[in-house]
């Protein structure tokens, strides 16, 4: 087992993934190369980030975390964008 298994917020990360991604099935076609593919690719590296930043140093994985913040901010982004289209009614 690796470091960031163990950890709780990359648990919980994975399932904001996955909610995502179940999400952008109601997503229109047209935006399967735009948004979607946006929104899935930012999800996805918050627990990317995770993981490869706890195989370093304490230093290193701060920084890690920092970016795995701004993937986070992202999505929020492309949610909101999405709501304001249509496609979904509220901002998870």
């Not at 109601?26 to 990317?48: C, G, Y």
Request: charged share 25%.
């Amino acid at each position: 087992m690796f470091r960031f298994e163990d950890l709780k917020i990359w648990q919980l990360v994975i399932n904001y993934a996955k909610s995502t991604y179940k999400l952008l099935e109601k997503f229109p076609k047209v935006e399967t190369f735009a948004l979607a593919d946006q929104l899935r690719r930012a999800a996805v590296l918050i627990s990317n980030n995770i993981a490869e930043g706890s195989d370093g140093t304490d230093k290193d994985f701060s920084n890690y975390l920092d970016i795995t913040v701004k993937s986070a901010l992202e999505t929020v982004n492309c949610l909101h964008i999405a709501k304001e289209l249509g496609y979904i009614k509220r901002v998870y």
